[in-house]
């Protein structure tokens, strides 16, 4: 599995080289229900339910202290459970294919006609994605979404409504860990998501802005996750976004000749 790791970094890393349309009309507040908590939970978790299936092409930024590079690329998402990644070089050449699903993985790298292949683990996403994401949180930061999934039967410890956003929090005292959501008014769009201790330090933050609504969902062109416990983060800039198209289907177009190594 190291094997594996580093030579996903290796390639990775030889792979990545070196606006958008659409914002979220504002809303004056005079306009706005101020919903209350309970039906804020339901209707966040049910807007992030509502997306089937995405498709999204732009650009990847990450950086770390083993990696810092971007590239163009390309996603697609079927939930519950495939994840399509493409990486492109100039003049759009594809350069590598990944398909992870909860189970298994698929690695085509073109340069070398390769396709490695096995059951997907923590240490295979980190070494294609170069962050330490699980499969759904991976999932949701493509998306621009949280989950609120374990909140939808419980009250926050804190909630308030600061200007034009709701700002909840969850506090779990046994693991020492506080989830903040900060949510704007008008659209529903989750524009802040960070993980802290209960001295408001934080290992995990993530931000989404220029957001375009999709099938009255408010869904990210441009998203930041920051890992700042290993200080890891991952920028995406969309171009181009579709969600729950019809007939949406995730293949590899793999030459016949190629090369297969299971690990």
């Given at each position: 599995m190291k094997k594996l790791v580093l030579f996903l970094l290796a390639v990775i890393s030889f792979l990545f080289i070196t606006t958008y349309p659409g914002c979220v009309p504002s809303r004056s507040m005079d306009e706005v229900e101020v919903l209350p908590i309970e039906r804020l939970v339901k209707k966040l978790e049910a807007n992030r339910r509502r997306i089937k299936s995405f498709q999204g092409s732009g650009k990847i930024s990450i950086s770390s202290a083993q990696f810092n590079n971007s590239a163009q690329f390309q996603v697609?998402?079927?939930?519950?459970?495939?994840?399509?990644?493409?990486?492109?070089?100039?003049?759009?050449?594809?350069?590598?294919?990944?398909?992870?699903t909860k189970d298994d993985f698929l690695f085509y790298e073109a340069l070398h006609n390769t396709l490695y292949k096995g059951k997907v683990s923590d240490d295979v996403l980190k070494g294609i994605f170069k962050i330490d994401l699980s499969f759904q949180d991976l999932m949701n930061a493509f998306i621009g979404s949280v989950s609120l999934a374990d909140h939808l039967y419980e009250n926050p410890t804190k909630f308030e409504v600061l200007y034009d956003n709701y700002v909840m929090t969850y506090a779990d005292s046994t693991a020492d860990v506080n989830s903040v959501y900060k949510i704007d008014v008008r659209d529903l769009g989750i524009i802040n998501f960070d993980v802290t201790n209960h001295r408001g330090q934080a290992s995990l933050s993530a931000a989404y802005s220029k957001f375009k609504v999709f099938e009255s969902v408010p869904i990210p062109y441009n998203i930041e996750v920051k890992n700042l416990k290993n200080k890891q983060t991952i920028n995406i800039e969309y171009k181009n976004i579709e969600v729950n198209k019809r007939n949406t289907s995730i293949k590899m177009d793999i030459p016949e000749d190629a090369t297969v190594i299971k690990w």
């Open positions: 697609v998402l079927q939930k519950p459970d495939s994840l399509y990644f493409s990486v492109m070089g100039p003049f759009g050449i594809e350069l590598a294919q990944v398909l992870v």
